[in-house]
């Protein structure tokens, strides 16, 4: 898995410091919220990315149906008409 950019990274330590300070009371320093970071990016990234790849999934089903549907919209009656 790819690993965060450096400024992506610092924003998520600083989140999570920011979250311990504000909802727990209790104050973090810089190697402890890298260290969340990892385990977060190691245990749980999958699942994130997976379910971004599901709704990637979903919406290119989609656009491939809307698509089917325009093209059998432009579809012109073919051969001469029944005769009753």
Request: proline share 4%.
């Amino acid at each position: 898995m790819k690993s965060l950019k450096k400024e992506e990274r610092e924003y998520v330590k600083e989140r999570i410091k920011e979250h311990f300070e504000l909802d727990r009371g209790e104050e973090i320093g810089d190697l402890a919220a890298d260290q969340m970071v990892q385990v977060i990016a190691e245990e749980m990234g999958p699942f994130f990315y997976n379910k971004g790849i599901e709704d990637a999934r979903q919406m290119v089903e989609q656009k491939v149906i809307n698509i089917d549907e325009d093209l059998r919209s432009l579809e012109r009656p073919a051969g001469r008409p029944k005769r009753s």
